[in-house]
């Protein structure tokens, strides 16, 4: 088992940054991805951004260019530097993380809140 933790989220103006942490544990030696999903209030959870092994990253169009997911291999864990929040970033914020060889997101984290203000 896996035990996913984050942290980082706050309230925040528009056009300030935040750095969000997601923290692994327990069985984490056959991690592959990790990544970050967000679900705004009243709408699905969305891909954000992904990590894989040898710095293979993804970041959705919508944050392009403003958010970057970084991650430190040696205390297992991904981060998601957040610049330039928009009202639209304001979310609960998932961490997730994928094992070798799955198809699926098989370990959550609880989310943490972040609320951008106009």
Same mark, same amino acid.
């Given at each position: 088992?896996? %035990?996913?933790?984050?942290?980082?989220?706050? /309230?925040?103006?528009?056009?300030?940054? !935040?750095?969000?942490?997601?923290?692994?544990?327990?069985?984490? /030696? @056959?991690?592959?991805?990790?990544?970050? /999903?967000?679900?705004?209030?009243? %709408? %699905?959870?969305?891909?954000?951004?992904?990590?894989? !092994?040898?710095? @293979?990253? /993804?970041?959705?169009?919508?944050?392009?260019?403003?958010?970057?997911?970084?991650?430190?291999?040696?205390? @297992?864990?991904?981060?998601? %530097?957040? @610049?330039?929040?928009?009202?639209?970033? +304001?979310?609960?914020?998932?961490?997730?993380?994928?094992?070798?060889?799955? +198809?699926?997101?098989?370990?959550?984290?609880?989310?943490?809140?972040? +609320?951008?203000?106009?």
């Amino acid at each position: 088992q896996v %035990q996913l933790v984050e942290s980082g989220g706050d /309230f925040v103006q528009a056009g300030g940054s !935040l750095r969000l942490s997601c923290a692994a544990s327990g069985s984490t /030696f @056959n991690i592959d991805r990790m990544g970050w /999903f967000r679900q705004p209030p009243g %709408q %699905q959870r969305e891909l954000v951004a992904t990590s894989g !092994l040898g710095d @293979n990253t /993804f970041h959705a169009h919508s944050v392009k260019g403003r958010f970057t997911i970084s991650r430190d291999y040696a205390k @297992n864990t991904v981060y998601l %530097q957040m @610049n330039s929040l928009k009202p639209e970033d +304001t979310a609960v914020y998932y961490c997730y993380a994928q094992v070798q060889g799955s +198809t699926s997101y098989d370990y959550w984290g609880r989310g943490t809140q972040v +609320t951008v203000s106009s």
